[in-house]
């Protein structure tokens, strides 16, 4: 899949080493509930943090922001962060709400019903 805007990409890798490529968290988290794997620690679910796009990281562990202002590339409006300082940073200059990878997973699965 083409990276439209890498500060919203995301991956999955398989625990055969199979990577799947995301434009955004929530075409990762699609992906994930498809092949029934979300809650399988055997898999890598990796987004880029939104203040550093050029790195993947541990999805589960991230910090995330929702603000419609983002405009992410499939309008789930979610950007990841590193940790809680660089968000309250984000957030204190953007507006927005913290949310957990749980609320990502839950907000996926709301908008997909």
Same mark, same amino acid.
């Given at each position: 899949?083409?990276?439209?805007?890498? #500060? *919203?990409?995301?991956?999955?890798?398989?625990?055969?080493?199979?990577? *799947?490529?995301?434009? !955004?968290?929530?075409?990762?988290?699609?992906?994930?509930?498809?092949?029934?794997?979300?809650?399988?620690?055997? *898999?890598?679910?990796?987004?880029? *943090?939104?203040?550093?796009?050029?790195?993947?990281?541990?999805? #589960?562990?991230?910090?995330?922001?929702?603000?419609?202002?983002?405009?992410?590339?499939?309008?789930?409006?979610?950007?990841?962060?590193?940790?809680? !300082?660089?968000?309250?940073?984000?957030?204190?200059?953007?507006?927005?709400?913290?949310?957990?990878?749980?609320?990502?997973?839950?907000?996926?699965?709301?908008?997909?019903?």
């Amino acid at each position: 899949m083409l990276i439209s805007d890498n #500060r *919203y990409g995301a991956e999955l890798v398989t625990d055969k080493g199979k990577v *799947y490529k995301f434009d !955004s968290i929530e075409c990762l988290v699609n992906f994930a509930f498809a092949k029934n794997v979300v809650a399988n620690e055997k *898999y890598n679910l990796l987004v880029t *943090y939104f203040s550093n796009p050029g790195k993947l990281n541990e999805a #589960r562990s991230a910090v995330y922001i929702h603000n419609d202002n983002f405009r992410s590339p499939m309008d789930l409006n979610v950007a990841a962060f590193s940790n809680v !300082s660089d968000a309250q940073k984000f957030l204190s200059e953007n507006g927005g709400r913290q949310i957990t990878w749980i609320d990502v997973v839950e907000m996926v699965k709301q908008s997909t019903m």
